[in-house]
Structure formats: C-alpha cells, structure tokens
C-alpha cells in the first residue's frame, strides 16, 4: 500500500461570471521515497507562491493554485490563459503531516512528506 494515494474524485468544476464554467486542471506528479520521506513534486507552470494553496485535513492532502498572467504588462498576443490546478492525494497516518516542508522553484513544487519515527527502517545491533 502506497504512503501517497491519488484520491479519487470527479472533474471539478466551479462556476464562473457569465455561467461559464471552468475546469480545474490536474498537475502531473512525481513521487518518490526515500528513507526518511516521500517527496512529492507537482507540475505547475506559471503559478507563483501567492497563488499557491496547500492544505492537509483529515489526512487529505489538497494542492491548488491559479497561473495569472502578467499585468505589469501591456498584452499584445496570447497563446496561454489563466488555469486553476487541483490535486487532491489521501496521506497515509505514517506521515507526519505537521512536518510537511513546501517549496516552489521554477514551475516545479516540491513537497517533502515526513515518515513518522516509527515506519522508517532501523538497523538492529546483536550483542
């Protein structure tokens, strides 16, 4: 059993001015597992720490956040637009989820997910 699970949950949607609806975009993740913890990076292009939302209840981890494009200046063309992501993932009770570390470095967020005491792996010394 995984210590990180993808919840599973329906597209969702949120309306917008007008009725128009916008669908959140879901993030690609790596995971991965070291002796201490799991780290969890999401793709996120565009998104800045203040657009960031990160909140674990339940043992439910929720990741959003919103891409905004530039206003400091004048727009000629545009090829991208604005995109909400949402990833939601059910956290093992292994991990010590007051411990979680977040970091933002080029469209990339990282989360470190720290194993409790007592899952990690310890050598035994015979006598």
């Not at 990339?108 to 005491?117: C, D, I, S």
């Given at each position: ?69 530039d206003a400091s200046f004048g727009l000629m063309y545009r ?43 310890r050598r035994i010394v015979v006598n």
């Amino acid at each position: 059993m995984n210590a990180v699970t993808q919840q599973k949950e329906q597209k969702t949607a949120r309306p917008q001015p007008e009725t128009q609806e916008q669908l959140f975009v879901s993030p690609n993740v790596n995971i991965f597992e070291t002796r201490d913890a799991y780290i969890l990076e999401a793709e996120m292009p565009g998104v800045a720490k203040d657009g960031l939302n990160l909140s674990v209840e339940d043992n439910v981890l929720t990741i959003t956040g919103r891409r905004q494009p530039d206003a400091s200046f004048g727009l000629m063309y545009r090829e991208s637009s604005p995109v909400d992501y949402r990833r939601v993932f059910e956290l093992d009770p292994s991990i010590e989820t007051g411990r979680i570390d977040a970091r933002m470095e080029q469209g990339v967020l990282t989360l470190t997910l720290p194993k409790a005491e007592k899952v990690k792996p310890r050598r035994i010394v015979v006598n």
